[in-house]
């Protein structure tokens, strides 16, 4: 049976988090000269054989922050389309697999496959050519930036309230994202059987949070914490996409 109440640890861990962030500077997402924030998405599966390596590459990425021009946020997205094949991926989500295919029919793929990995929402390539991984991030700073600001954080219940703030984008929505900073899983079955995997940035929750008609000052939110958690270290990542081309204009990072 799931535990779907906060954890006594998770409660102290989050209370210390609100003492904290109100002494914390804001992340800002678009400085005039600082690297250009450049999402990128792993659609990926404990279930495939194909994907561990990619998984590795991502926590590369995230760590080495290869390009120069670039800050990198990651987020690891388990898709559940692999979990009929002998192993039931314990982060896997449909919505993750609704995102992938919303991305597929965006680049005119004939199907979704793992790994898979879209940056900045304009760009798919394989989770497993770093080659074509690192060129599509170079292409991505180029990109226009929508400033994003993250600010105070809050506690309410099973709840996180978020402060923000946002420049306008037109046609273009601002979502927030909490991902488990890390997580490693024993693989008892599938085509990983005996193996243990590890990820980084494993999306647990995701919200629509506004549309960017106008520029946002100081406004709120609040995002569910994820089942389960025991109190681990989060990340919270906020971006501004277009909802008809995909384009990924603006993201924001905190580590929690």
């Not at 295919?101 to 879209?118: C, D, H, I, K, T």
């Not at 946002?216 to 109190?231: H, S, Y």
């Amino acid at each position: 049976m799931i535990d779907r109440s906060v954890s006594e640890s998770a409660r102290a861990w989050l209370s210390s988090l609100v003492v904290f962030a109100a002494l914390s500077v804001p992340c800002l997402a678009a400085n005039p000269g600082s690297p250009s924030p450049v999402l990128v998405e792993l659609f990926t599966s404990e279930g495939c054989s194909s994907c561990p390596p990619a998984d590795r590459l991502l926590a590369q990425i995230d760590r080495s922050q290869p390009i120069a021009d670039a800050h990198v946020i990651v987020l690891s997205e388990h898709v559940d389309y692999w979990n009929s094949l002998g192993w039931q991926d314990p982060y896997s989500s449909h919505r993750w697999s609704e995102r992938q295919n919303s991305y597929a029919e965006r680049f005119g793929l004939e199907s979704v496959y793992a790994p898979q990995m879209v940056v900045n929402g304009k760009h798919q390539v394989s989770g497993n050519d770093p080659s074509a991984v690192r060129e599509a991030i170079r292409q991505a700073t180029s990109s226009p930036r929508t400033s994003i600001s993250i600010g105070d954080l809050h506690q309410i219940g099973e709840h996180l309230e978020i402060g923000y703030s946002a420049d306008a984008a037109p046609h273009t929505s601002l979502f927030a994202v909490l991902a488990d900073a890390s997580d490693r899983s024993s693989v008892e079955r599938g085509e990983n059987a005996g193996r243990t995997l590890d990820h980084v940035a494993v999306a647990r929750t995701l919200a629509r949070v506004a549309p960017l008609n106008g520029t946002l000052v100081n406004q709120t939110f609040d995002i569910a914490l994820p089942l389960n958690n025991k109190g681990r270290p989060l990340r919270l990542i906020l971006f501004a996409q277009n909802e008809a081309t995909g384009a990924i204009v603006g993201v924001a990072e905190r580590g929690l």
